[in-house]
């Protein structure tokens, strides 16, 4: 199964053993937008830098 990247556009290839892999199999309907391990590292890396410096 292969998903794209909300972020980056990246296409990404889901193994069944993987979390994902699972949830967006179940939830069919209600996919959410997949970010891949590099964006989800760069959306927390920002999210702890808002908070270092607030606005
Ligand atoms: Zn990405």
Do not use: I, N
């Not at 889901?14 to 179940?26: N, V, Y």
């Not at 989800?40 to 808002?50: E, G, L, T």
């Amino acid at each position: 199964m292969e998903v794209k990247c909300a972020v980056c556009g990246q296409a990404v290839e889901l193994a069944k053993w993987q979390q994902d892999f699972e949830r967006l199999r179940e939830h069919p309907g209600e996919q959410e937008p997949y970010v891949c391990e590099t964006c989800q590292d760069r959306v927390r890396r920002d999210a702890q830098q808002a908070v270092s410096f607030p606005r």
